[in-house]
């Protein structure tokens, strides 16, 4: 069907090669050289690059996915073709996670022959994957390792026009909220037991609910107390200490300074009536973001073990502690709150109360 198709440029008949600019592509392998480069080099900045191509449609995908939930009303299809999105970018990460085996073909000596030619330049300065952490909700203030990737290619914008560009897209993206932000904002949202935030009674709701999540998450830990009683590896004392904490650990999560947190609350309330059908692509939504983030952290995983493997424990090009700041880099979340949920899950069976038919399918007749 293309090659009846005429180019934007007026060139004739449109062809593989010009719809793809490959040829030019195929321009782009020359490093620090002015010629191409060969072998292991060639090798290094094709999987590189293909990163990028990567990030790129990241981009694409996870900016779609804030933009539609940065509004007051997110419709029901939204949310599905958001999980959609998101499923397209876990395969993504999957394929990047597998292309870190490609990278480990290369050995030590033939990543030291060319290693020169990189300079002090590095992936810790990979514009794109700055901003696809942006999109996503990493805080640079957050990060772990007290690295701060923002302020460096802020201090580097001037070196090139390509590193003046890749600030300019920074910036823009600093003046947005994250997917972490929106969806903060639209479990907030969550009608609970039938009620809104902008509902007469609603705070008595929340509290109410509040509650049963308490009580619920005490049944919970006393029955698994009470399994492991005796037969546990740990002494009994211990035990009824870490559930315990769990209990404190819950209020301070649902409660903070002993207001409601009506987001986390929202969260809960989807996680645990999730077979209500109403309730099934939001909890859909907040798996495959869990699974997203988790796709994040195995091709971090993934880079250190390549990395640690060709250079060992040496310093990276750009000077960072190499390995160890890759490895700090996989502590991060952004999606915290969806994490630290699933500790203090109950099974729905423990609730006195149920999703009602608010949340059913809607027949006529």
Known sequence: MWSIMTDSLGKGPLTYERYLRITEMLELQIGNKETAAEGDELHFIIV????????????????????????????????????????????????????????GTLEPQGFLRFRHELGSASGFESWQMRVFELIIGYRQEERPDGSRPLDHLKKVAKRSPGDSVAWEHIEKELTRPSIADVLARWLHRTPIHGSTPKDPGDKEVVAEFLEEVITSITRQSELGFAVSKGGSSVDDEVLKARHEATLVSATSFFAPDGVPDRARLGLYFIETFRDAPLLTWPQRLID?????????????TRHARAVERIIGRRPGT??????????????????TDLWTVRS?????????????QTYGFAIDG
């Open 318 to 335: 750009g000077g960072s502690s190499g390995v160890d700041y890759l490895d700090n880099t996989t502590k991060m979340r952004a999606f």
């Open 288 to 300: 495959t973001l869990v699974r997203l983030e988790e796709g994040v952290i195995l091709w971090r």
């Open 344 to 356: 203090l899950l109950a099974p729905s069976t423990l609730f006195d109360t149920e999703a009602d």
């Open 48 to 103: 590189h690059q293909i990163f990028e191509l990567w990030f790129r449609l990241l981009r694409s995908e996870l900016s779609w996915i804030r933009d539609a939930f940065d509004t007051e009303h997110v419709e029901e299809q939204t949310v599905a073709d958001a999980v959609r999105g998101a499923e397209r970018c876990i395969h993504i990460l999957h394929v990047m996670q597998e292309q870190w085996g490609v990278v």
